[in-house]
T-cell receptor, first 116, second 112 residues
Framework: DAGVIQSPRHEVTEMGQEVTLRCKPISGHNSLFWYRQTMMRGLELLIYFNNNVPIDDSGMPEDRFSAKMPNASFSTLKIQPSEPRDSAVYFC??????????????FGPGTRLLVL | SQQGEEDPQALSIQEGENATMNCSYKTSINNLQWYRQNSGRGLVHLILIRSNEREKHSGRLRVTLDTSKKSSSLLITASRAADTASYFCATAVIQGAQKLVFGQGTRLTINP
């Protein structure tokens, strides 16, 4: 298996531009997570999906952020308009949700975003 | 405040020594997991210990869990330079058990 695939790996954009991050989870996994990591705030959960349905988006910083999962093999995280404070590494992770709780999560390599 | 908090925040030891990292949490859990992150990479799962387990081993890794104290420890024996990384604990809380809550991590440096 190729693991979780994220694209692009690096993104440099100017303030005000739209940014779209993409994720392909591991085949057969039914949970997908978007995280953001910065030195100041550490690893933050932004949103997660179970069976393509958003379950908890309380970590999404504000309305400029949106996420979709149109099918089991693809998800996007969009920032519009982007701001310098959005600069971070964004990780996608997937897992199998089983009865009784969350099992191992498999992380993608991340997208390093720099907003100028 | 964080559900999982690692201690220490940074640890520097000589190659061959043992490294111990601790994690404390606040609410009841279903399981606790440890992950490693090499610089510039995604997190990699190391080991999962369930709430009814007290100790688990995997190669040079030993994890303990004390649910009465709400704490866990990760021991890496005979450390190697390649063990240099950040280590995170993550808890699967019983309420809302569909997500993991990560701590801030311990930055481990192994000096050759």
């Amino acid at each position: 298996d190729a693991g979780v695939i994220q694209s692009p790996r690096h993104e440099v954009t100017e303030m005000g531009q739209e940014v779209t991050l993409r994720c392909k989870p591991i085949s057969g996994h039914n949970s997908l997570f978007w995280y953001r990591q910065t030195m100041m705030r550490g690893l933050e959960l932004l949103i997660y999906f179970n069976n393509n349905v958003p379950i908890d988006d309380s970590g999404m910083p504000e309305d400029r952020f949106s996420a979709k999962m149109p099918n089991a093999s693809f998800s996007t995280l969009k920032i519009q308009p982007s701001e310098p404070r959005d600069s971070a590494v964004y990780f996608c992770a997937s897992s199998k949700l089983v009865a009784g709780g969350q099992e191992t999560q498999y992380f993608g390599p991340g997208t390093r975003l720099l907003v100028l | 405040s964080q559900q999982g908090e690692e201690d220490p925040q940074a640890l520097s030891i000589q190659e061959g020594e043992n490294a111990t990292m601790n994690c404390s949490y606040k609410t009841s859990i279903n399981n606790l997991q440890w992950y490693r992150q090499n610089s510039g990479r995604g997190l990699v799962h190391l080991i999962l210990i369930r709430s009814n387990e007290r100790e688990k081993h995997s190669g040079r890794l030993r994890v303990t869990l004390d649910t009465s104290k709400k704490s866990s420890s990760l021991l890496i024996t005979a450390s190697r330079a390649a063990d240099t990384a950040s280590y995170f604990c993550a808890t699967a809380v019983i309420q809302g058990a569909q997500k993991l809550v990560f701590g801030q991590g311990t930055r481990l440096t192994i000096n050759p």
